[in-house]
């Protein structure tokens, strides 16, 4: 069973940056993947970026490139999300997920084996 505890959401005007961390309890969650989720009020859970247990590959949603980073350090088990350039419709609750399906179905929400309770991010005007 691995837990996982998200953190490092806020409130930010727009354009400015957050970082989220997602820390587990076990080690073996450097054999999982790690990916972020994101559901805002009256939408379904959707992906927004997930990486490999090696951290030498990522996949992320394409409304997000170019201004997400997600990173892994495996001695601290710990994810990581870099967000810049925010913008008032990425404010939503953020989720920490680990899947051992990556290459396979880690691009849904049902992929994903385990949770952590999520992050509120709310991005101003």
């Known amino acids: 069973q691995v837990q996982l505890v998200e953190s490092g959401g806020g409130l930010v005007q727009a354009g400015g940056s957050l970082r989220l961390s997602c820390a587990a309890s076990?080690?073996?969650?450097?054999?999982?993947?790690g990916g972020w989720f994101r559901q805002a009020p009256g939408k379904e859970r959707e992906f927004v970026a997930v990486?490999?247990?090696?951290?030498?590959?990522?996949d992320y949603a394409e409304s997000v490139k170019g201004r997400f980073t997600i990173s892994r350090d495996n001695t601290k088990n710990t994810v990581y999300l870099q967000m810049n350039s925010l913008k008032p419709e990425t404010t939503a609750m953020y989720y920490c997920?680990?899947?051992?399906?990556?290459?396979?179905?880690?691009?849904?929400?049902?992929?994903?084996?385990?949770w952590g309770q999520g992050t509120q991010v709310t991005v101003s005007k």
């Open positions: 990486i490999s247990w090696s951290g030498g590959r990522t």
């Open positions: 997920a680990a899947t051992d399906a990556y290459g396979r179905d880690h691009l849904r929400v049902s992929g994903y084996a385990y």
């Open positions: 076990e080690r073996t969650f450097s054999a999982y993947a």
